[in-house]
């Protein structure tokens, strides 16, 4: 089982809408969570932090469920600069040295 | 000052030549990392430098030599490429090894060997 797993998408939406991307890792002490966001041929980008309480951040909602080992990024409203592939992230220690563990990345594509 | 800046942005070179990629950071972390990605998927760790000290080495073969000459400052050194070693090198940091904080990518540097 890999690490951390998403669907890969595509993702094709219209302006406005609603989507919601889901993850899963497999390793029961991964400490800390993220999404990052990545446009073609650039290099990934912080999008938000993962808390079990629920973080919100404008159009931007992700939840963290610890005992089901799941993770999700809800985006509203979506527009047309959305579109990107966006990483879930997962940080497990090793020792002392935390190890960013990447999902494979949901495409998103947002049509006018 | 909440960058990475990573040097060149783009490098193509043969084989047999050696080249080196560079990446600064001023925000005061003390881990860095290299990572490798190839197109369309996710970056694979390579190293890490805890403290300026190389905490990980993924079983990178030797070709790749990483180099921490202080907190602010990581080299990657390349010698006897092979075409498959093509893609897109990035630096990141974080405030320390437990990277609680979030990475930081630098803009990468796309590498061709031809």
């Known amino acids: 089982r890999k690490e951390v797993e998403q669907d890969p998408g595509p993702f094709n939406v219209p302006e406005g809408a609603t989507v919601a991307f889901n993850c899963t890792y497999s390793?029961?002490?991964?400490?800390?969570f993220f999404w990052y966001r990545q446009d073609c041929r650039k290099e990934p980008k912080l999008l938000m932090s993962?808390?079990?309480s629920g973080n919100e951040d404008g159009r931007f909602t992700a939840q963290l469920n610890r005992a089901s080992q799941y993770i999700s990024l809800l985006i509203r409203d979506s527009k047309l600069s959305d579109s990107a592939t966006y990483l879930c992230?997962?940080?497990?220690?090793?020792?002392?040295?935390?190890?960013?563990?990447f999902g494979k990345g949901t495409k998103l594509s947002v049509k006018p | 000052d909440t960058e990475v800046t990573q040097t060149p942005k783009h490098l193509v070179m043969g084989m047999t030549n050696k080249k080196s990629l560079k990446c600064e950071q001023h925000?005061?972390?003390?881990?860095m990392y290299w990572y490798k990605q190839k197109a369309k998927k996710p970056p694979e760790l390579m190293f890490v430098?805890?403290?300026?000290?190389?905490?990980i080495n993924e079983s990178v073969p030797s070709r790749f030599s990483p180099e921490c000459p202080n907190s602010s400052l990581l080299n990657l050194h390349l010698h006897a490429l092979q075409p498959e070693d093509s893609a897109l090198y990035l630096c990141?940091?974080?405030?320390?090894?437990?990277?609680?904080?979030?990475?930081?990518f630098g803009s990468g540097t796309r590498l061709t060997v031809v």
């Open positions: 925000m005061g972390h003390r881990a």
């Open positions: 992230v997962v940080i497990i220690m090793r020792g002392s040295q935390g190890n960013l563990i």
């Open positions: 990141a940091s974080s405030q320390d090894s437990t990277g609680g904080g979030g990475y930081t």
């Open positions: 390793n029961s002490a991964s400490q800390s």
């Open positions: 430098y805890s403290y300026e000290k190389l905490s």
């Open positions: 993962v808390y079990s």
